[in-house]
């Protein structure tokens, strides 16, 4: 377990309305988006996996079949108000005896491992430096990207958070954010459209994922 106690927050519940379908189901080698996005969470000692879903929940969570892999899924009644509901609603499913959040989109499969683990190592150092909230987001050159880690997110005003905006209006709140820089395009990478899911299976055709 690491030093620093973090729940793993995915969020999974938009209605995918510029795929035209659950982009959460598509199929990669075998195995749809979602389960590949938990997979790569699942290696790391996060403290809990919770699965925010909304949209076609029910079909969404029968399809994922990982093994050995403890999910707390919550369900979003609200997705269609956007997601920041859905950052709230994983909030709401932490662990009393957590304080600190890393947030992942169900639509980002590739980051890689040493991304996460980059970021959980910064937080660990900046919670030996400040005891109030901060926040690490990665930054593909000049481009933000995910998963993004809260630090004493309990400590945040959570009505700030609103529409589609995602975790904007925590991020506000915070004096303390660390931008930092990671040699991992695949953070800013995410599958919205037909045309994006191509471009995936191309990549994975070309790589071992």
């Known amino acids: 377990m690491s030093s620093l ?3 793993a927050i995915i969020l999974a519940a938009g209605r995918s309305s510029r ?9 990669f080698n075998g195995k749809n988006m979602l389960e590949m996005v938990i997979e790569s969470v699942a290696v790391h000692a996060f403290a809990q996996v919770v699965v925010v879903v909304g949209h076609q929940h029910q079909q969404i969570m ?7 892999v403890k999910i707390d899924w ?56 400040v005891s109030s909230p901060f926040v690490i987001r990665p930054f593909y050159i000049e481009e933000p990207g995910h998963p993004v880690l809260f630090h004493n997110i309990r400590n945040l005003d959570l009505t700030q958070l609103s ?10 709140q915070i004096k303390n954010k660390v931008k930092l820089q990671i040699d991992d395009p695949f953070t800013t990478m995410d599958i919205d459209t037909p045309k994006d899911y191509e471009k995936a299976l191309e990549l994975i055709n070309r790589a071992n994922f």
């Open 62 to 68: 029968n399809s994922v079949k990982l093994q050995n």
């Open 163 to 172: 529409g589609d905006e995602g975790g904007k209006g925590l991020m506000q």
């Open 74 to 129: 919550v369900l979003n009644e609200k997705y269609m108000e956007g997601q920041s509901t859905s950052f709230a609603k994983g909030i709401q499913q932490m662990k009393n005896t957590i304080s600190s959040a890393m947030f992942f989109l169900g639509d980002q499969p590739f980051i890689q491992k040493e991304t996460i683990d980059n970021i959980i190592m910064e937080g660990e150092e900046k919670q030996k430096q």
């Open 19 to 27: 795929m035209g379908s659950p982009k959460q189901l598509l199929q």
């Open 5 to 7: 106690p973090i729940s």
